[in-house]
């Protein structure tokens, strides 16, 4: 490993039990090949998506298994050779819109 670098990775979750009662739509499209997510304007949704990439992205079908092999394991790795690494989790409550009936 060398040089000193941030890697951002982005992982949209499904919809709880709660947000599926809702009726909530999916307001973000992710695309795990490209590393990109996409956020609907949920007042416009006719307008172009917002696109922002990162160096990894997993959708809702991702699992925490596979995300921990591509980016925890090797950060693990790294540390064990004697470099530094740091793993920040934040966890958003939520990217669904709930449709309300007028």
Known sequence: MSGESVKVVVR??????????????NIVKIDSQ?????????????QPPKSFTFDGAYGIDSNTETIYGDVGFPL????????NGTVFAYG?????????KS
Request: proline content about 7%.
């Open 76 to 83: 693990v790795e790294s540390v064990c050779e004697g470099y």
């Open 34 to 46: 490209q590393n990109t997510a996409q956020l609907i304007c949920p007042t416009e949704p006719n």
């Open 12 to 25: 949209c979750r499904p919809m709880n039990q709660r947000e599926k009662d809702l009726k909530c739509n």
């Open 92 to 100: 958003q409550t939520g990217l669904f819109l709930n449709k309300k």
